[in-house]
């Protein structure tokens, strides 16, 4: 009789956990994540995680709208570099970690459905501003100052900003599928090797999902108990 009534109730939540999928709202499809601009199909919450940054500007990253007004500021740099490199100068390339935040190293930001943003890097060096630069190449003049799925480096420098289009390097990819890498060149006349500023961008799970999930796996680790009672 136990066993009948555990074998009901396993039964019943596997298939609470299947309605529950099919029920949930299937991840949010990303329609464009790159330097054509970021856009989802539905609301989408996005975590934005800081990597590094070098260079001897002090900058903060912020998501646009379709308007190049700021929606949302990312991450803010507190000095140019960390205080153990800062003395380091070039010959530490400026590293800049989380350390070097004036905030969190972690920040969520939720896209609305069918509109368009762009990131944008602001910034200072050496006292001056520095012109923005922006994700979407179409907003720097048509030129690349961003790429996705890298954190940059040397292998930038032999590429043209034709170049780079031509081979699809670093356009865009889907935050949706895997942690991506975001990088920044943050000079339109720089040396193009986009390491300025990186960050890793990633599609939070729905809640409604992680609940079956989490249903689907109870059920199955009390039937596991009773097998090996009943074994």
């Known amino acids: 009789m136990k066993t009948t009534i555990l074998n009901k109730v396993t039964a019943a939540a596997v298939a609470a956990t299947a309605m529950l999928s099919l029920t949930a709202p299937a991840n949010a499809a990303t329609v464009k994540f790159g330097t054509d601009g970021l856009m989802f199909n539905t609301d989408t919450e996005v975590e934005f995680t800081f990597l590094r940054s070098k260079g001897a500007g002090i900058s903060s990253l912020g998501i ?48 609305l459905a069918g509109q368009v943003y762009s990131l944008g890097l602001t910034g200072t060096l050496w006292g001056q501003a520095m012109t923005s630069v922006f994700s979407t190449s179409s907003w720097n003049g048509n030129k690349q100052q961003a790429v996705f799925g890298s954190i940059g480096g040397e292998e930038f420098k032999n590429y043209t900003a034709q170049a780079l289009t031509q081979t699809n390097v670093g356009l865009g990819a889907d935050p949706g599928k895997s942690p991506l890498a975001i990088s920044f060149e943050d000079m339109k006349y720089g040396d193009q090797d986009f390491n300025d500023f990186a960050v890793q961008a990633e599609v939070v799970p729905e809640p409604i999902t992680m609940t079956g999930m989490a249903l689907g796996a109870g059920a199955m680790a009390i039937a596991r108990r009773r097998n090996r009672k009943t074994a």
Do not use: M, P
């Not at 990312?74 to 010959?91: C, I, P, Q, S």
């Not at 390339?93 to 989380?98: I, K, R, S």
């Open 64 to 111: 646009y709208n379709s308007n190049k007004s700021l929606v949302k500021t990312l991450f803010t740099e507190k000095n140019r570099a960390d205080a153990l490199t800062y003395a380091g100068g070039v010959a530490t390339e400026w590293l800049g970690t989380a350390a070097n935040l004036v905030g969190a190293a972690k920040i969520k930001y939720t896209f």
